[in-house]
């Protein structure tokens, strides 16, 4: 059974920083497009950012020079350090995996993880 595993989530003050994790399981992910998506209270889910199998990335303008995703696919396991945190990054963060389509879209991705809640105070 696929599964993708976040963690890293939690509380921090505005300019922190966290790392969070994605644990794929179940299959290997190293030829897939992987994805972090967030979702704040009251609005829709949006794209943070992607990688592909190659090592390219895809940044959403709101983080971008801030966040930084990478992949390390002998632990079939992808990241997202996020620095200078803002409040307005306050969300549930979201994996994604295997995209066949476009890499910022929600609907171009087969599985999901269940999300950790990354809270920023300011």
């Known amino acids: 059974q696929v599964q993708l595993v976040e963690s890293g989530g939690g509380l921090v003050q505005a300019g922190g920083s966290l790392r969070l994790s994605c644990a794929a399981s179940?299959?290997?992910?190293?030829?897939?497009?992987m994805g972090w998506f967030r979702q704040a209270p009251a609005k829709v889910r949006e794209f943070v950012a992607a990688?592909?199998?190659?090592?390219?990335?895809v940044y959403a303008d709101s983080v971008k020079g801030r966040f930084t995703i990478s992949r390390d696919n002998n632990k079939n396991t992808v990241y997202l350090q996020m620095n200078s945190l803002k409040p307005e990054d306050t969300a549930v963060y979201y994996c994604a995996g295997d995209s066949v389509g476009s890499r910022v879209s929600a609907n171009s991705y087969s599985y999901w993880g269940q999300g950790t809640p990354v809270t920023v105070s300011l």
């Open positions: 990688i592909e199998w190659s090592g390219i990335t």
């Open positions: 179940g299959r290997t992910f190293s030829r897939s497009a």
